[in-house]
Structure formats: structure tokens, C-alpha cells
């Protein structure tokens, strides 16, 4: 395929994600996708706020108070003031101001700051500070939600920024593991049938569970097959400060040392150990790097530009002292205990269009499906809250109650998912089932259909019908709950089947994509052996040698690599009766971080301008190489990312947007109360902007233009567990 026919250049997934509006899906940011060639070109982050209904911008939930000022953290510029567009007095503004101070660290308010370009009589700043100024130019009355945090790393549930290499619950949501059951499957609804083969992709040079094609992936591993060995004199002078050791290595080791000395390496036979030497030997260097293959080279890209605070994909910021709660949570019937409490609120999502992705209007109101609970409790269960359609007033969000009821078991949940109309106003709701099994959560991707009531200007949950276990894995392709069980290091593996996303193609059939992980009986287990797997690694010889000696050289890198198998599994339904759907095929991967890390969640697909957008979430911590996340953890204070990928395939040939995939990264310590998380990105509805064209940072586009290559991507701003202070 030509690489012009591809997006892979996010200067525009531009972020109306700086507009921190005071909503559940935090943020109007838009991701602008320039039809470019250059694949490794970077995102820009940037905001536009046009007159644009709220009902439409993305979801119900992105709501914003009157006369709320929105910013983000592009380009600053002398007593800027580059507002683009209101709505119901909203301004948002684009940049800094003169004599505006940058700052890093932890202060009284918690103002959020950033590192990005500075302007005239601007000061960047390291260091902690009293009533501190963000350098995102946010002025007064500006409202923003708390809706979750974003700060479990793998499995901490101590806020430290710490690891301890055991499974997290979805959405960094913090201490809502639930209790073990007694025994037996507590599911709410019936398990139906799965087909067990996947469609493979054809392709001649098929590896690794994937094709390779021409399309413009930017890491990919060196070929050095034909490597020179033969009177090499690097290679030699090498070899010849250890006989013993040189002895040990064949040629496929001799040609990887050759390569990487010839690209400037410092190697040294002291860092050969034996592990090292055994596992040099055995790599297979015609394994190609496949385009699902999410590759340690990407990881360690996206980790640099969050360490350098780049420009262009750091979260925009927002003003720590203008955080307010959502005044519907303050009162809310808990789905465990029936108590009314004070809610937490993470991942949350709107009732879409499955094909169009627009929010759907609902007899005049906007629904939107969050995942709820009391904090500092293993209570996570779903909720459905309203407002009217358009409404920007986020003071008229409503909570209609726990959408699986009450008197809910401690030893499960309901996790992420999706959610669409059906043709006689129901919602067919897609989402993670959840048990409290072996210490961790059996995670299944389910469906129901939710029957709701309108009197009186009030939504109500009438009753829940058809709640059926969709999947919950192959063991071929993806990996079951009983698999993961079964493994030997149980406690440092990450079981994953959750986060149904709901989509429809234009042909008109259904497909799901689901996070998961590979499955024991396939291409791509996780396995020891997956560390001889030269495609996976991603850079030139240099690099892929230095990742092979520090994993093998370290214990818990080493576990790491052998478990890692996150995936973002993709299967299509048999619809013939959209109330209870069923796996009609699988298909393999769109993306997988076999080898290199283990978890991604919350996909999130649709197509724009010709082209299919995949979007996820991801924390560094959950890559392979710890240093990683020790740089993001030490310099940021957290390590969260949203990632993007394109394909002129909806079944395949995903590749990393901006080279590396990533959209947003963190630009906050994760115990900050301005601290996001769970980016979740939908379509812009033109009918709900007014007018024919839409200003952003002083360049104005056609509505045609715009809601074809703009997305608003919504985080929630956390403080799940009162990390931040109640």
C-alpha cells in the first residue's frame, strides 16, 4: 500500500483535550489528522473551543460551566490571547501570557504546570511553591471535574510510583479489588459460545502472528542478516579480550556484536554473561517486526518525549485551585452498600452511534455510562447519568442510579465498555464482567440491554434484561482466565479481557474490540522464548543488543519480558438479534505488546476521513524495561499515555500514529488533583457547530474540513482515593 494513503502524522488529533471542561470525560481536545506522508512526524497538541454544541463534542459529558476558560499548554506567545470560539461563555484560550510563570513541582493548589515553549518575561521554574501559577494561561471560573486518578502503576495501590508487579484494576482506579468469592461463577448473566479460529491475515512473510507490509512503521528492527563477520576488525579486536567467552558465541550472536559495534556500541565482554550469550545465540534474525507488533523501541520513544516534556503530545494543563466536583456525585445511593455517599467517578463514556460515533440524543438527553464508587472501597460498579441534549451547564449532570442495581456483591464489579441505542430506545450496554478470583479479577467482556423510564424530566433504570458473557477468551488467540491461573508466575502476570468497544462498519456489520492478551495455545504465547524474537525489540543492532543484556540481566525484567502479551484483541458479532449478540468470528491482534509490555486498555476505534483510528490507553510502568518508568516516575512524577494507531484495514496493518503512537503523555505528578488518565476520544457531530467554519489557534478550517480530521479526546481528572486530599 502507499504510505500517502496514510494519517500517520497526528499534527491534528490536535487536542481539544486542553479544554479541561468541567465534565466526566475531562476535556475537549481534538486530534487533527493531516493527511501527510511523513509517518514519524510529531502530534500536535492544541484546542479548539468553536461554537460548538456540547451535546455533539463528544460526549454528554463534556459539559462546561458559563464563562469557564479553557487552556492548553501549546505554543506560547507575548500577551497572547488566541481565543478560538465560545459557547454559552465559554472562552478558550490557546497559550501563555506575558510575565506568566512555569512551574514543576508539588504546591499548595496543585496548580498543574508544564516545561513546554516559553515566551518574553516568562519563567520556567523547578521546585515546589506556594499558590503556584500554571503556565497554561487558565484564568478565573474555569471548572474542571474530579471523575478518578491516574496513578496505580502495576498493581500499587500505595500511591508511592512504585511497582509491585501485581495486575491493577481498570482506569488506575486505586483499592477496588474485590474480595474472593466463596466459590463458584457469580456472573449476572449466561456465558455463550465462542468460535475458536482466527482469521489470519494473508501474508508471505507472515511472523509473529502478523503480516509485514510496506506501510510506514518507524520501528522496526535492523535487518544485519547479511552482517559482515568475516575479517572484521572491530569484531575481532572485540573478540579477543576474552577467548573463553568468544568460544561461546555462534554467528547469529557475532553478527548482532558486529553490528552494534559498527553503530558506535561500547559493549564489553564483562556484559556477556552467560544468559546473555545463550540468549544471543538463539535469536532468530529473520523475525521481521510486524505492524501490530508494539515494539520496545516504541516504548522507549514515547518515554523520551515525556521525560523532554515534547510540545507536541504533552497533556494540557489546568489550574489545580479551579477544580470543582460534580455536584451530583455528592449524594449518590452506593451499589454495594445502598448508603448514600460521596462518589468517585473514572472511566466513563457516552452512548454512541456505533457507526457514526456521534453521541446519541436520547428523547432529548445525552446518557452517559461511568464507572462509580466509594472512595478508599473495592466498589466499582456502573452508573448512568443525563443531562439534556447541548446542555453545557455541568451543574445539571443527574446520577440515574447503579445501572445492575443494588445490594451488588463485594466480590465483583462492572468495568469499562461501550454503549449504543437500540431501535426501540433501549441501550445495549457492552462492559467488563467482574469476578474476585485466585487474588486478582476474572474479566469478561459482556453485554445487556438497559431499559430506561422518562417522567417529569427525570431518567430512570426500568430494568436490565439479556446480561450474557460475550467472551472471555479462546486460549488459541487469546488467552483464558484459566490459562493466566495455570501460569507459573501468577502474580506478576496481568490478566486481561475487558473494555468492549462497540463499532459498526460500513457495510453494516458489528465488530468489538476488547483489551486482552494473547493466548497460550497460539503464534504468540508468553513464553521465555519470546526474548529471541528480533522483530519485537524495534531499534537498529546497537539498541537491541543493549535491551537483550539489560532484561537478561535482571530478574524482574526478565519476568517481564516472559509474561508480557497485552493485546487489543478484535472480533465480529452475529447482530440478528442486537439484544444478545454473539462472537460470530475472531480475528487476530490489531495491536500487541507481546514481549514488551502488558497492559494497554480502552481501545477505542472509529474511522475519519477515509482512514481507522485505534486509540488506547497505556501506563510505561506496564512496559518491560523498569528504567523506563523510573525516568518518567522521577522526572513527570507519573507515566500515563494515550497511543493512536492507523490502518486503511479495519482487520489489520495498525500502525503507531507519529511514529511511536503516542497522542498525550503525562505532564503531572499522578497525586496532583489535575492529574489525567482514561483518554477516550469521539467524533464531532457537525450539526452541532454553529456556523461553516471553526477557528483554532487563529487558523480557521471549513466545518467539512474539521469534524473530518478533529476528534475531542476527554480524560477524566482524578483523584480516585482521595489521593489528592478529599
Known amino acids: 500500500m502507499s504510505e500517502k494513503k496514510f494519517n500517520t502524522k497526528l499534527s491534528s488529533l490536535s487536542i481539544l483535550a486542553s479544554a479541561f471542561t468541567a465534565s466526566l470525560l475531562l476535556g475537549a481536545g481534538t486530534v487533527h489528522a493531516d493527511t501527510n506522508k511523513d509517518a514519524n512526524a510529531n502530534t500536535t497538541v492544541s484546542q479548539a473551543q468553536a461554537a460548538v454544541n456540547a451535546g455533539t463534542t463528544a460526549n454528554a459529558a463534556t459539559a462546561t460551566t458559563k464563562d469557564q476558560t479553557t487552556t492548553t499548554a501549546t505554543a506560547t506567545t507575548k500577551d497572547q490571547a488566541a481565543t478560538t470560539g465560545t459557547t454559552n461563555g465559554q472562552t478558550a484560550t490557546t497559550g501563555t501570557t506575558k510575565d506568566q510563570t512555569a512551574t514543576t513541582g508539588t504546591t499548595k493548589d496543585q496548580a498543574a504546570t508544564t516545561a513546554t515553549a516559553t515566551t518574553k518575561d516568562q519563567a520556567t521554574t523547578t521546585g515546589t511553591t506556594k499558590d503556584q501559577t500554571t503556565a497554561t494561561g487558565t484564568t478565573n471560573d474555569q471548572t474542571t471535574a474530579t471523575t478518578g486518578t491516574a496513578n496505580s502503576q502495576i498493581g500499587t495501590k500505595d500511591q508511592t510510583g512504585t511497582t509491585n508487579h501485581k495486575p491493577d484494576s481498570p482506569g488506575s482506579s486505586t483499592g477496588n479489588t474485590p474480595k474472593a468469592p466463596d466459590s463458584g461463577d457469580q456472573s449476572t ?106 515494539t520496545l523501541k516504541d516504548y522507549d520513544s514515547i518515554t523520551n518525549k515525556v521525560v523532554t516534556r515534547d510540545k507536541d ?67 466499582s460498579h456502573l452508573y448512568l447519568l443525563y443531562n439534556k441534549y447541548g446542555d453545557n451547564n455541568f451543574a445539571n449532570w443527574k446520577v440515574a ?26 441501550v445495549q450496554l457492552y462492559y467488563a464482567n467482574v469476578l474476585s ?23 430512570s433504570i426500568k430494568n436490565v434484561e439479556n446480561d450474557q458473557i460475550l467472551f472471555e477468551g479462546d486460549g488459541i488467540t487469546y488467552q483464558t482466565f484459566d490459562q493466566w491461573a495455570s501460569g507459573a508466575n501468577r502474580g506478576g502476570d496481568n490478566p486481561q479481557n475487558r473494555d468492549g468497544h462497540i463499532f459498526q462498519d460500513d457495510d453494516g456489520n458489528y465488530y468489538v474490540a476488547f483489551e486482552t492478551a494473547t493466548g497460550n495455545n497460539g503464534s504468540n504465547p508468553e513464553k521465555y522464548e519470546n526474548l529471541y524474537q528480533w522483530g519485537r525489540y524495534g531499534g ?111 482487520t489489520g496493518n495498525f500502525v503507531p500514529l507519529n511514529g511511536d503512537g503516542l497522542v498525550l503523555g503525562a505532564s503531572t505528578p499522578f497525586s496532583w488533583r489535575t492529574a489525567t488518565y482514561s483518554y477516550y476520544a469521539v467524533k464531532i457531530n457537525p450539526d452541532n457547530i454553529k456556523g461553516n467554519s471553526v477557528t483554532v489557534n487563529g487558523k480557521t478550517y471549513t466545518k467539512d474540513y474539521f469534524v473530518n480530521h478533529f476528534l475531542l479526546v476527554n480524560p477524566y481528572m482524578g483523584n480516585r482515593g482521595e489521593v489528592a486530599a478529599s
Request: aromatic share 6%; hydrophobic share 35%; net charge negative.
Open 313 to 379: 503530545t504533552q497533556m494540557p494543563l489546568t489550574k489545580g485551585d479551579k477544580v470543582v466536583n460534580m455536584p451530583a456525585l455528592e449524594s449518590v445511593k452506593d451499589a454495594e452498600t445502598g448508603e448514600n455517599a460521596t462518589m468517585d467517578i473514572w472511566d466513563s463514556w457516552p452512548v454512541q452511534d456505533p457507526k457514526t460515533g456521534y453521541v446519541q440524543n436520547w428523547n432529548g438527553y445525552q446518557l452517559v455510562v461511568a464507572m462509580m464508587g466509594i472512595p478508599h472501597k473495592s466498589d
Open 437 to 459: 478470583q485466585l487474588g486478582s479479577n476474572h474479566q469478561r467482556v459482556a453485554s445487556a440491554t438497559v431499559n430506561l423510564g422518562l417522567e417529569n424530566g427525570v431518567v
Open 540 to 650: 537498529d543492532a546497537n539498541y537491541n543488543l543493549s535491551e537483550i543484556i539489560k532484561i537478561v540481566g535482571d530478574s524482574d525484567m526478565t519476568m517481564r519480558a516472559q509474561l508480557a502479551n497485552s493485546a487489543i484483541g478484535f472480533m465480529k458479532l452475529d447482530m440478528s438479534n442486537p439484544k444478545k449478540p454473539k462472537v460470530e468470528k475472531l480475528y487476530n491482534p490489531l495491536v500487541q505488546t507481546v514481549l514488551t509490555g502488558d497492559e494497554i486498555e480502552r481501545p477505542d476505534l472509529m474511522k475519519l476521513n477515509g482512514k481507522y483510528y485505534l486509540f488506547v490507553d497505556a501506563r510505561i510502568s506496564h512496559a518491560t524495561d523498569t528504567d523506563l518508568s523510573k525516568a518518567t516516575d522521577s522526572t513527570v512524577g507519573d507515566n500515563v499515555t494515550m497511543l493512536g494507531f492507523v490502518s486503511d484495514s479495519l
Open 189 to 294: 448473566g449466561g456465558k455463550t459460545d465462542v468460535p475458536t479460529v482466527p482469521e489470519n491475515p494473508e501474508s508471505s512473510k507472515a511472523t509473529n502472528g502478523g503480516p509485514v507490509t510496506s506501510l510506514p512503521k518507524k520501528y522496526q528492527s535492523e535487518d544485519i542478516t547479511g552482517e559482515n563477520i568475516t575479517n572484521n576488525a572491530k569484531l575481532n579486536a572485540f573478540l579477543a579480550t576474552d577467548t573463553t567467552k568468544a568460544g561461546k558465541l555462534n554467528d547469529t550472536a557475532k553478527k548482532i556484536i558486529a553490528a552494534a559495534l559498527r553503530e558506535g556500541s561500547s559493549v564489553t565482554m564483562d556484559q556477556l554473561t552467560d544468559s546473555a550469550i545463550d540468549v544471543l545465540n538463539k535469536v532468530d534474525l529473520f523475525n521481521k517486526t510486524m505492524d501490530n507488533q508494539y
Open 401 to 426: 442510579g447503579s445501572i445492575f442495581g443494588y445490594n451488588m456483591p463485594v466480590t465483583g464489579g462492572q468495568w469499562s465498555g461501550s454503549a449504543m441505542l437500540n431501535s426501540d430506545g433501549s
